[in-house]
């Protein structure tokens, strides 16, 4: 076979295998090929506006989070970030956020990180919601038993179609400042 044959069998070969990656059933529910999440899927519902901001954040070593998934459920870059602990406050934005964390991953000091909701309550009235969420996370290790909880804080709105990320706080909890048992299933 000449090289230009096997060229061209190459390029057959890949756009039927990608043919065929489309055409798969959970492409047509909500999955785009590039991310493998539908953007507009993750933010039609509180539900699923959670759901895309700990599954983007969450990455194993060697990968790292979807940012892009990720950027996609706030309303602006200048949403504020607002981490509290018993002794300050460290207040930033959506872009501050980004380049901290990235930054860690980059430095190597953070190789993984998981982080999951164990709980919910949500206040809503019209086009807005308060959403309190308990979480644990585990930072470089998939060992439950050496996860940190804590609480985000959401505020959301309704408008054009989708939820928006207004605002996120959380603290992580501490001894001094353990979690309230109404906060814990």
Do not use: C
């Amino acid at each position: 076979m000449s090289l230009k044959a096997r060229s061209f069998f190459r390029a057959a070969l890949a756009l039927s295998a990608l043919g065929l990656f489309l055409a798969l059933p959970g492409l047509q529910q909500g999955i785009s090929a590039a991310g493998l999440h539908d953007p507009q899927t993750d933010v039609q519902s509180l539900d699923s506006i959670l759901k895309a901001f700990y599954e983007s954040l969450t990455f194993t070593e060697g990968s790292g989070p979807d940012w892009d998934r990720f950027r996609n459920l706030f309303a602006s870059s200048t949403v504020p970030f607002v981490r509290t602990t018993p002794g300050a406050v460290l207040v930033t934005d959506l872009g501050g956020f980004l380049n901290n964390f990235g930054g860690r991953i980059k430095s190597g000091t953070l190789k993984s990180f998981r982080e999951e909701e164990t709980f919910r309550s949500t206040e809503s009235y019209g086009s807005f919601a308060q959403m309190i969420s308990t979480y644990r996370k585990g930072l470089n290790t998939a060992d439950p038993q050496k996860s940190i909880r804590g609480i985000n804080s959401f505020q959301l709105f309704f408008k054009d179609g989708r939820w928006w990320i207004a605002s996120l706080m959380w603290e992580d909890e501490s001894q001094a400042n353990p979690i309230p048992a109404k906060y814990i299933r």
